[in-house]
């Protein structure tokens, strides 16, 4: 691990509903949303029993990122559009999820059906 380990220099959101963070070692991750909300890492969030399976991005078809909001110098809070806003996701966790640019899959969409 480099020291200091690298931060957030910029965080928007792109037309393609992805989160762009650039990185103070010069790198920029991109996070669909469903992809974030399935790391959530709260304890809402977590498994409560070893047997239970881990939230995929199927658990959060269409959900978008409502709001960002940085705690401190070690994480971001994100708001979600599904109404969960308890994710505190820290620098090394988003480093550990985010896709390289140009890497990361588009979000699942909510099927639509002719009726």
Same mark, same amino acid.
């Given at each position: 691990?480099?020291?200091?380990?690298?931060?957030?220099?910029?965080?928007?959101?792109?037309?393609?509903?992805?989160?762009?963070?650039?990185?103070?070692?010069?790198?920029?991750?991109?996070?669909?949303?469903?992809?974030?909300?399935?790391?959530?890492?709260?304890?809402?969030?977590?498994?409560? *029993?070893?047997?239970?399976?881990?939230?995929?991005?199927?658990?959060? *078809?269409?959900?978008?990122?409502?709001?960002?909001?940085?705690?401190?110098?070690?994480?971001?809070?994100?708001?979600?559009?599904?109404?969960?806003?308890?994710?505190?996701?820290?620098?090394?966790?988003?480093?550990? *999820?985010?896709?390289?640019?140009?890497?990361?899959?588009?979000?699942?969409?909510?099927? *639509?059906?002719?009726?």
């Amino acid at each position: 691990m480099s020291y200091p380990p690298p931060h957030p220099t910029d965080a928007r959101l792109l037309a393609t509903e992805l989160l762009e963070i650039s990185w103070s070692d010069g790198s920029k991750l991109h996070y669909p949303p469903d992809h974030l909300r399935a790391s959530c890492p709260c304890a809402q969030c977590a498994p409560t *029993v070893p047997t239970e399976a881990p939230k995929t991005t199927r658990d959060f *078809v269409g959900v978008r990122i409502r709001s960002l909001g940085e705690i401190g110098s070690y994480a971001f809070r994100i708001a979600f559009t599904d109404g969960h806003e308890l994710g505190i996701y820290t620098w090394p966790k988003l480093r550990e *999820v985010g896709f390289p640019e140009g890497h990361a899959p588009k979000p699942l969409e909510l099927p *639509v059906f002719e009726v």
